[in-house]
């Protein structure tokens, strides 16, 4: 292995230190514990797993956790009206909707719905446009693109000038790290299912962000020699001979673009952490911005 190792799990503990120091300083100045709120509809286990951790996490840093659940088949009036008594309830700073919410309910309409102050996830229509605005900046930022932002900028990649290749155009990874890196004035190509020539584009880009969803689609023969490549993907293997029956990898053949690489986030263990850390990070900043305390 010839690429440089960035360890989101180091680089995401400092995050955390970062936001339980910062909640410290807020109740030692007299104000309530910075609280993130959670919304879950239905009972989807991984959504379930993942509403787990975030409550944890909030508990590990001093901050406040509030938790609620509503029937898979609640109606869209029923959503946005627990929405809305969570964007009056002054205990409470950040709103998370865990996502995906049952078809029969409008994501967008509940996103819409949610405060842009309270807006954690980074997804209100206006904190998107603010983010793909010239001159404007968003109260939050998605929370996993921001973490590839990070993780690039911690290890000194530079973003400046750089040709950078978005593969995947989803709104929740891909679309907002392109806007993150035409903000950072890097040069920016957004790949997809119909990009033509896509290994070749690729093999062209100082900095690669694979966020397709895809087992290991980016091959040795992708990257440029030297470049920065960020792996968004998680998927789940079967595998028998692994003690759990399983194993983890991303959308980069991890083993073999480590030969060529300059700088690699390993999956499991790159941008996963990070994502939870930013989560806390801006729910530190939610409180900060309802206390007055930063500028917007």
């Known amino acids: 292995m010839t690429a440089k190792l960035i360890d989101g799990k180091a680089i995401a503990a400092k995050v955390r230190a970062k936001a339980a120091e910062d909640t410290a300083e807020l109740v030692a100045q007299g104000f309530a514990p910075p609280g993130l709120a959670t919304v879950l509809v239905g009972s989807d286990p991984a959504s379930e797993v993942y509403v787990g951790m975030k409550q944890r996490m909030c508990k590990k840093l001093g901050m406040e956790s509030f938790s609620f659940t509503l029937s ?25 909707v865990q996502l995906p919410l049952p078809g029969h309910l409008d994501d967008e309409a509940v996103l819409k719905a949610i405060s842009p102050e309270k807006d954690i996830d980074g997804f209100h229509p206006l904190n998107m446009g603010r983010l793909a605005q010239k001159g404007r900046e968003p109260l939050f930022v998605p929370c996993t693109p921001d973490g590839c932002i990070y993780l690039l900028d911690e290890v ?5 000038g750089a040709n950078a290749v978005v593969l995947g155009r989803s709104n929740i990874v891909g679309m907002p790290a392109a806007l993150l890196l035409v903000k950072r004035n890097a040069t920016v190509t957004i790949c997809h299912s119909r990009t033509k020539n896509l290994p070749e584009i690729c093999a062209n880009a100082d900095i690669l962000i694979a966020a397709v969803g895809r087992v290991e689609m980016v091959k040795k023969d992708w990257v440029k020699p030297g470049a920065a490549v960020i792996d968004v993907g998680t998927h789940r293997i079967d595998d028998d001979t692994k003690e759990k029956g399983y194993y983890l990898t991303g959308d980069v053949a991890f083993d073999e673009v480590s030969e060529v690489a300059g700088w690699i986030s390993p999956s499991p263990g790159g941008v996963g952490p990070m994502t939870i850390a930013m989560l806390m990070r801006n729910t530190v900043r939610a409180a900060q911005i309802a206390h007055g305390l930063v500028e917007v």
């Open 72 to 96: 898979p088949d609640s109606s869209q009036e029923e959503v946005e009206k627990m929405v809305q008594e969570l964007n009056d309830n002054p205990k409470v700073n950040g709103i998370l």
């Open 156 to 160: 000194g990649v530079e973003l400046e």
